[in-house]
């Protein structure tokens, strides 16, 4: 088995500032890490639940896949991230299986981890990020 676990679920939203409010309000959450990613155009905020995360992340300009998404579909849930050990590994064995990458290779992420997006038409409708810590 190649997953590991789910590193996070992606909640894309417009106002961060509102939507870090709403899940303290509601679940008494705090956050566990903040984060802007210049080279998408993003900016996070990580709750931590058990071992994995809920990812609240917000455009930080028009270009972003985030304003995108966000401009097309609203808010909601955006992708889901799977922990695996070596995404390089991972991200070739999910090509062979017939997967449509979006990275061709892998690349730095949040955290400090390293990242590779599969695009949703060969993945059943789900926008999915292999996540290596």
Known sequence: MILSEIDHIA????DLEAAISYYQAAFGATIH???IVESDGVEEALIKVAESYIQLTSATNEDSPIAKFLE??????????YRVDDCAAAL???INAGARPIDQTPRPGSRGTTVAFIHPKGSFGTLIELVQE
């Open 11 to 14: 909640i894309a939203v417009n």
């Open 33 to 35: 890490h903040r984060e």
């Open 72 to 81: 097309k579909r609203g808010e909601g849930l955006h992708h889901i991230g």
């Open 92 to 94: 070739q064995a999910m």
